[in-house]
């Protein structure tokens, strides 16, 4: 029998294949995590690793919340699945009751989804349905942004402008254009908060208007901030920007908000933070604060109307062709609603917008650690961009990954040379001094 705090690691690690990892280097040096506490990982060996990114993002409430473990535990013996094409159980309509009220404006249906990706591609597909609903059929353009990460499927990824998550992978879909990224250090280095310059970069999409007619384009899509690349806030009137064009083009805007979502930014939604109202929004993570798999796709009363309401098809026909077994999951809905309970009750996006000029203000003293050429920041999002070691973009990032595993006791995710961080919102004023500390310790070890 083991005692708690040590774990027996299983003799083969070969068969899992990990996703997004370079799994011949952690296959020979694996970091190994075997239960978590509030803002800790605990090792197979007992050590506590402090985890400074939510997991990826996503456990915005710590790890093991005692009450949603007991919503889940309730209701995984009391409904464990039901189907949602043609029949539903009651959670899922409160669910969306409860989201229709979190997001702004007549952001009003909810599509359920089980990630990330899914919510993107569902939100793609709802677009270019809602275009031919309305008669403009010859809408099928779809419009990305440069260094955009909107997951994995097929969609996602032919939107997405990460070179690595595209170039491998064949043509893609074929109607897609990108704007602009919005990273200028020249201007904008060491910015906090949203960056003073740049909101030119969206009249980029006027341009891609230009080009292609607006009768080809049916949505635009971007993360209000970009995430995954290494967080990029939006420059100040960017957003705005980009609603006006979109809006007198009869394009739809979507903001991808799996990260930014559920308190990121210290409110329900970025779309409520920046107060853009986009016309679908994308979520996921958050919503069960990382303990099961679960995204919503939100969107305007008009589309819901165009393709449901006014479906010229009879009553008995399906209007939208799409959905996913687990859509709507009853274990997973039923985390989701204890994960809003708790939200409100222990006012976490409030205590996640109080926390962020502290951590802004933490964060920003690392600016003097070697190789730390850029620092950027919004409400609890953070990234310390380092300079590549020559000839080797990513090296630096990930020896500073394992050195904080390793050496430290702390998690952050890199993406190249970028080290993000993304606290739980539980997080307090020590914990973020803490990670700080950890996180320089690092950087000042590294070559
Ligand atoms: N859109 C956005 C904006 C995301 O950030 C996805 C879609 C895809 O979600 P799923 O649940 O399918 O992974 C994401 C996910 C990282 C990191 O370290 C970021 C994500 C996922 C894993 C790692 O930057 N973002
Ligand atoms: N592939 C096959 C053969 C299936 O039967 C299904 C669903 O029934 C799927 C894929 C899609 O799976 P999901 O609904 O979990 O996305």
Known sequence: MLDDTTVAVPNHLEAFWLPFTPNR????????????????????????????????WCCNLGHSHPAVV???????????????????HIGAFELASRLRALFPADLDYVFFTNSGSESVDTALKIALCYQRAIGQGTRTRLIGRERGYHGVGFGGMSVGGIANNRKFFGTL???????????????????????????EFADALERLVELHDA?????????????????????VGYLERLREIT????????????????????????????????????TAKGLTAGTLPMGAVIVRRQI???????????????????GYTYSAHPVSTAAALAVLDTYERERVFEHAAELAPYFEERL??????????????????????LAPRPGAPGARGYAALCRGFFEEDVMFRITGDTI????????????????????????????
């Not at 007991?70 to 094409?85: H, K, N, T």
């Not at 819901?304 to 799409?322: Q, S």
């Not at 500390?437 to 590294?446: D, G, I, Y």
């Open 25 to 56: 280097h952690f296959k020979r040096e694996p970091r190994l995590i075997a239960r978590a506490e509030g803002l800790h990982y605990i090792t197979p060996d007992g050590r506590r690793i402090l985890d400074s990114a939510a997991g990826l």
């Open 70 to 88: 007991e919503a889940v535990r309730r209701q995984i013996g009391q409904l464990d699945f039901a189907p949602s094409f043609q029949f539903a």
């Open 173 to 199: 879909l074929a109607t897609v254009d990108h704007l602009p990224h919005t990273l200028d250090r020249e201007r904008n280095a060491f910015a906090r908060g949203q960056p003073k310059w740049g909101a």
């Open 215 to 235: 009768s080809t384009i049916a949505a635009v899509i971007v993360e209000p901030v970009a995430g995954s690349i290494g967080v990029y806030p939006p420059p």
């Open 247 to 282: 809006e007198r083009h009869g394009i739809l805007l979507i903001f991808d908000e799996v990260i930014t979502a559920y308190g990121r930014l210290g409110k329900g939604s970025a779309a409520e933070y920046f107060g853009v109202v986009p016309d679908i929004v994308t």
């Open 304 to 322: 819901y109307e165009a393709i449901v309401e006014r479906n010229p098809a009879p009553e008995w026909m399906i209007e939208l062709f799409h």
């Open 364 to 385: 920003h003293a690392l600016r003097d650690c070697p190789h730390v050429v850029d620092i950027r920041n919004i409400g609890l999002m953070g990234a310390v961009e």
């Open 420 to 447: 993000a961080l993304s606290p739980p919102l539980v997080a307090t004023r020590a914990d973020i001094d803490e990670m700080i500390a950890r996180l320089r310790r690092v950087l000042e070890k590294l070559d």
